[in-house]
């Protein structure tokens, strides 16, 4: 498995993102638009911090997708460049068989 996407990194059970570290056990990887993860946040399916969500509504994100990792009692959205969604859904894909 390729083990480091955008700044994820994930190391035997764990998977780290800046300074977060959660257990991999339990973590389920997507992709999703702009839009579709605002509707998951409006929904309460995801939680985002206040950094994560400006990121989010910044008119620019319009122009890539979010690599959004959802485990027990974390979530992250990494942006990442709409040329880079396929490796996206690639690196998800794979850390969800993990």
Do not use: C
């Not at 390729?2 to 997507?30: K, M, N, W």
């Not at 309460?44 to 319009?62: C, P, Q």
């Amino acid at each position: 498995m390729e083990r480091t996407f955008r700044g994820i990194h994930v190391t035997d059970d764990r998977i780290t993102y800046r300074e977060s570290d959660h257990p991999l056990l339990g973590a389920r990887a997507s992709v999703k638009s702009p839009a579709a993860l605002r509707r998951d946040v409006g929904a309460g399916r995801v939680e985002l911090t206040d950094a994560t969500l400006a990121v989010v509504e910044n008119r620019k994100a319009t122009n890539g997708v979010f690599l959004v990792v959802v485990g027990d009692g974390f979530s992250m959205a990494v942006p990442v460049p709409i040329r880079k969604g396929s490796d996206a859904r690639t690196f998800a894909s794979r850390l969800n068989t993990a």
